[in-house]
Every structure is written in C-alpha cells, then in structure tokens.
C-alpha cells in the first residue's frame, strides 16, 4: 500500500509532555506537578448558565463567528482592561480554545516561506501550527538573565526580510514572564520598523502578580497589526469548555473566520453561554482565584530560596521555572530521575524548546498542601544529589 | 494584607505562622502584630474546628428555630436575643427580616432534649409569641466546607 500520511506532519514531533505523564498515571503515589490548567471547578454560576441555556433548548450552531452578545461581551471586556476597542461585528472571532486561534491565526496569515519569529521556551503548538500553515519557524532563544523576557535586540538579531509574524506568548507558559509597559514600547519599535505582524497570545493575561497584564494591542499603531489572542480556560478555569478567541484587525478576522467555517463551523454553544455570564459576572472569582496562586506562588519560590535552589521571580500564569544546572544533568534526566526516585513528575524545560535546557517547569495549580509534600521530596532529591556531588 | 490574612485563616485556623507570612509575602512579626490587633478589634472572635459530627457515634442533633418575639420598648430585640443566646446549647441566634424575628440554631443530644428546651425554656418567655422548630436531617455543606468524599484529581498532563 502506498504510504497514506503527509510528510509534514510526520515530521513534527509530538509533544514531550506526553511521555511523562505515561509515566505517572501508571505510577501509584506519584505527585504530578505537571498540568497546564487551574485545579478549580468553573465557578457555578458560569456552570449553572450553560446548564440553563441546555435546559432551554440551546442546542444549535451559533453564527461562525459565534454568539453576537458573547462578541460584545469579550469587546467590553478587552475596552474595560485594555482601553482598546474592537468591533463586535467584525473584528472578533469565538474559537475552539486560545489553541485554535493561533492555528488559524497564523494560516490565515502566511505564505509559504513567511518567517515566523517563536520567542522560546513557550508553548508547544506555534512552531507545529506554523510549519502546517507553510510558514518557517525562527526560534528566538529567552535568556534567564532577561527574566526570560522578550528584547527588541533579539527580534532585529532573528528578523529577515522573510519575517512576517512575531509570536509574543506573555504572560508565559511555561516561565511564567510577563512582559511589561515599557518591555513593549522597546519591542514595538522593532516591530514597527521591520513591519511585522503580532500574534499576541495573551491566555494568562488575568494571571500576573504584580499589576494588572498590559496588551502589546494597547500601544500605539499597535492594534492595527495585532491578533489579540485570549480565551476562558486559564481565567475561569473553563479548560474542558473549549472556548477562546481572536480580536483583529477586521481582514486577517475574516480570513480566519473563513478556515474556522470549514474546519469547525462554530465553537461550542453551551460553551458560548456559560462564558457570557463568565465576561458578566466573573470578576470576583478571577480575583479570588489569582489571589490563591499568588500565596502558592509565593510558598513555592520561599521553598527554591531555602533549598537554595536558583529560580527567577515570575509575576504571571501559574508556573514556575527554577534552574537545575547545578546539578550537571539534563533536565530530562533531572525530571526522570525525581520521577523514578521521589516520584514527583515536573516537566523538563525542554518540552518548550532547547532553550529550556537546565529548567523545570512546576506548575502550581495545585493545593497547597500538595506542593508542600512536593517540595518536601524536592528537598529531599536535591540534598541526595548534592551529596552524591560531593563524592 | 488584612484581608487576605482573613480569607486564609478563615479556612484553616491551624496554619501556623511561618507558613501565613510566606503565603503573604510578609515579615513573620507583621503576621503576629496583624492578628494580635484583629483579635483586639474583636474582628477575629475565636478558632473553631470544623466537625462532621455524623461519622462519629456520638449523638447530635441540631435545630432551626424561627422565633417570633415582641420587641421591647428602648431594648427592640436585644434583650430578648440575649436572654436566649444565654443558654450555653444554643450556637447561634441571629435577627431576620421577614416572617419571624429570630433564629435560634440549637445543639441538643436527642429530639427529646430539643424539644425540652423549645417548650419548657424558650416558648415560655414573657416576649416570645410563636415558636416553629426544623430539625436538620443532614448537613450538605457548613462554613463553606462540604461534607462528602474528596474529588479526584482527573487532569492530565499537558503542555
């Protein structure tokens, strides 16, 4: 039989996370630290309004776009926190999660060759979806001593006149960055200058620590080349409901609303509802709920500090990043040993891209009492491994 | 920091110090003046412990009384509330707006104990007109806290 797949996409690796998690679902006592969403239940007025709209029969497709009341919902959302306005009618797209509106986001936008610049570590999905859309994907390697964050220097060091998108996943998963005001107005001007399009995957925008997250779309001559990317699951713990979206400008949102028409037709309808009544009335959970992580946040880097672990403050989503150089191993050889010997599963920085080499991603959706007992092995595995350096 | 130092302690009373100044991201000795001086405001009144009284043998039966009362001339329900709130197996006694003045949660060890009280102590004041007793079958949630077996921990690992 001849050869049934796309050479494309047996190419892409999947993800690293994978393995691990083999790993530990067949280990008994394991502790996983290695989750990408909240260990909240949707608060239950979010849940009770997708249950009442099921109740009332709103069982149907929405429009492509998605539910008007809903556009208008996430506009005055992004006008509240942002002071930038987007058209309901055109300029925003309700998606299958924050995941789909990067996928389309970018096959929307390039053309075979078209560079795209990936700062890493990040999220696992821009260099796959860029390659499937026919783009090139340039990595752009985050140093720790910048606070992993994005510098203008960086993007004129990557940029080519191939490069179209600039993909800007702050705040990060999975260091936990943010890029403030004034990290922006450096970047922007880069930006500006080399005429590049902003993929802004802002997904933990309500998950920052030490004032409120800022939109690259918020500054000037911004929003006009920006896909604003956003969505429930981290906000409003409402990851199993599907549900993100993209504001734009009114041409790349048509385009996108074009593939999401054939590939999908519409996101979730329940989903829709619950998240209207998330944008209305779910201000007071998210605050309660980043106030959670922040304690955790905060236990978590007191823990590094008196194992005397090195880890970067990060003041955004729920992760954080410590370095594990000192220990001369690889970080997949540091997280599988800490899995085998203490049972506690971390991903290895390298599941974000070779620049996460000699960190640990821990996320911290996790109780309290639960990352005690885990840095409680921590301490144990590193006081093992510094004896053993000893020798 | 107020604030948040209430939400923490109000659902774990047992926290000790080192871990509440960690979680605050505050000084130990801030953590120590803060709650001295709420305990001086009266804003932090007790440390309680949240007790699932039905999965021990031991006997308990908890009531809602809704009590209606005739306000006193200068004292309105005052008075009243306190003699009530006097009796060491009342737990709480709150005023309400609506169809009846009072209501008066009671601890008792048996319905007979209960109903001893409603009708030999409580029913029997000068100022109380009516009385109407619910017992409480079963507790779902209290404090915020709800009785029943702990969720699994269903997510799985992803980027």
């Not at chain 1, 993909?167 to 260091?175: A, K, M, R, S, Y």
């Not at chain 1, 990290?183 to 920052?208: C, M, N, P, R, W």
């Amino acid at each position: 039989m001849r050869n049934p797949l796309s050479d494309t996409i047996v190419s892409i690796k999947p993800s690293g996370i994978r393995k691990f998690f083999d790993i530990v679902s067949e280990m008994k006592d394991a502790i996983s630290l290695g989750v990408g969403e909240p260990d909240f239940d949707t608060p239950w007025h979010i849940r009770d309004e997708g249950i009442y709209s099921l109740e009332k029969g709103k069982t149907f497709y929405t429009s492509n776009s998605g539910l008007m009341e809903l556009r208008k919902e996430i506009c005055n959302y992004i006008d509240r926190t942002q002071g930038v306005k987007y058209d309901p009618a055109n300029e925003v797209i309700v998606t299958v999660g924050g995941s789909e509106a990067i996928d389309i986001g970018l096959r929307a936008m390039l053309n075979p060759g078209d560079e795209v610049l990936i700062p890493q570590p990040s999220y696992v999905s821009y260099e796959p979806c860029t390659v499937l859309a026919g783009g090139k994907p340039v990595i752009i390697n985050l140093k720790a001593e910048n606070d992993f964050r994005l510098t203008a220097r960086e993007i004129e060091e990557a940029v080519t006149e191939k490069t179209k998108v600039l993909i800007l996943p702050f705040p990060n998963n999975p260091t936990g960055a943010i890029m403030e005001k004034k990290d922006l107005e450096e970047i922007a001007e880069v930006i500006l200058k080399h005429d590049l399009i902003v993929l802004s995957d802002e997904i933990y925008a309500e998950l920052t620590y030490n004032g409120k997250h800022v939109s690259i779309a918020s500054l000037p001559g911004m929003q006009e080349r920006t896909v604003l990317i956003n969505g429930f699951s981290k906000a409003y713990a409402m990851t199993g409901w599907r549900l993100g979206y993209a504001c734009g400008p009114e041409e790349i949102i048509k385009q996108m609303t074009k593939i999401h028409q054939f590939a999908i037709m519409c996101a979730p309808t329940t989903a829709q509802y619950a998240a209207i009544e998330a944008l209305k009335n779910g201000d007071g959970d998210v605050a309660e709920m980043r106030e959670a992580y922040n304690q955790r946040r905060r236990f978590l880097m007191n823990a590094f500090r008196e194992m005397g672990i090195e880890c970067f403050e990060p003041y955004g989503a729920f992760y954080v990043f410590p370095c594990i150089k000192e220990f001369g191993m690889t970080s997949d050889e540091f997280a599988t040993r800490f899995l085998e010997e203490e049972k506690v599963a971390a991903v290895p920085g390298t599941a974000f891209g070779d620049s996460g080499e000699g960190y640990l991603r821990i996320s911290y959706a996790y109780s309290i009492e639960r990352l005690k007992e885990a840095m409680e092995r921590l301490k144990r595995f590193v006081e093992k491994l510094r004896a053993e350096q000893a020798k | 920091m107020r604030e948040e130092l209430l939400r923490i302690i109000e659902k774990n009373g047992r926290i000790d110090l080192k871990e509440l100044a960690v979680l605050l991201g505050v000084q130990e000795i801030d953590v120590v003046n803060e709650l001295q001086k709420l305990e001086e405001e009266g804003i932090i009144c007790g440390y309680h412990t949240m007790i699932n009284w039905e999965l021990t043998d031991i006997e308990k039966v908890t009531a809602l009384i809704e009590v209606r009362v005739t306000p006193q001339r200068g004292q309105g329900f005052d008075t009243i509330a306190e003699r009530i709130f006097q009796y060491p197996e009342v737990t709480s006694v709150y005023l309400i707006s609506g169809g009846y003045d009072l209501m008066v949660i009671l601890e008792g060890k048996s319905l007979r104990e209960v109903s001893g009280f409603v009708s030999n102590k409580l029913s029997t004041m000068d100022t109380v007109l009516s009385t109407a007793t619910h017992f409480i079958l079963k507790k779902y949630k209290d404090h915020g806290t709800i009785f029943g077996p702990k969720k699994q921990d269903e997510r799985e690992m992803m980027a």
